[in-house]
């Protein structure tokens, strides 16, 4: 019997037999299967966010680092829920080569925006930061009540590239009290952007806080996408 040919394997598949980007019924060849894959109609599981590390505590906790970040994937994201013990500045330290984190204020740079609302006695503004330093001038998180956590999501894309700086998005909720009615709350929504004057390989995160208060009752986790 002669040996099936290209494109004629001895089954429904083939030619006749298109795959789709869900389905690929039958048997294939390498060739057919290079073919499809080329032409981005070949079955494939879907991209999904992986936890690389999660950080969690009950106590007031200084500094959340995430160390020996691997260099398998093409974008970070951290994603915080929990409280803090007093209103203070966030700050993103990164680090490369695996050593400690660049701590000097003027290896980082920050745009930041929040939309405020202090107190029921005055009325809400937006406020604006920008400077050659790790944190924008809002507190976050602020000091609430486990039953009202403080979140933010921080996006770190091509975290690995060598030719640029590193930059971070971040997105976040601050709110100074635990009553819950919204005129009694400090606080509101919150959007910075970090930048950090290095091109080396980014392998290690750690979040702080600028007066050397902690984190409470939190859960950080640091994902990861794409190879």
Do not use: H
């Not at 007093?86 to 003027?106: I, P, V």
């Not at 909720?173 to 509101?188: D, I, K, L, P």
């Not at 091109?199 to 984190?215: K, P, V």
Request: aromatic share 14%; hydrophobic share 35%; net charge negative.
């Amino acid at each position: 019997m002669a040996s099936p040919g290209y494109g004629e394997n001895g089954s429904v598949v083939g030619p006749q037999n298109l795959p789709t980007s869900s389905v690929a019924s039958g048997v294939w060849s390498l060739g057919e299967v290079a073919e499809s894959e080329r032409d981005g109609i070949w079955p494939a599981p879907p991209v999904n966010w992986e936890a690389i590390s999660t950080v969690s505590a009950t106590v007031n906790t200084l500094t959340i680092s995430f160390a020996s970040i691997p260099q398998t994937y093409t974008d970070l994201k951290i994603v915080y829920v929990g409280s803090a013990a007093d209103r203070e500045y966030q700050l993103m330290n990164f680090g490369t080569g695996g050593g400690a984190a660049d701590t000097a204020n003027s290896n980082y740079g920050v745009m930041g925006s929040m939309v405020y609302y202090p107190g029921p006695a005055n009325a809400g503004y937006y406020d604006v930061a920008s400077a050659w330093r790790k944190f924008p001038t809002f507190p976050w998180p602020a000091n609430t009540g486990t039953q009202y956590p403080n979140t933010g999501i921080f996006d770190i894309p091509n975290y690995k590239s060598t030719s640029f700086y590193k930059v971070a998005q971040g997105w976040s909720n601050s709110r100074a009290v635990t009553a819950s009615t919204g005129s009694t709350a400090n606080g509101g929504g919150m959007s910075a952007y970090y930048t950090w004057k290095n091109t080396g390989a980014l392998d290690r995160i750690d979040m702080t806080r600028d007066a050397g208060s902690g984190y409470d009752n939190f859960t950080c986790t640091l994902f990861g996408i794409g190879g």
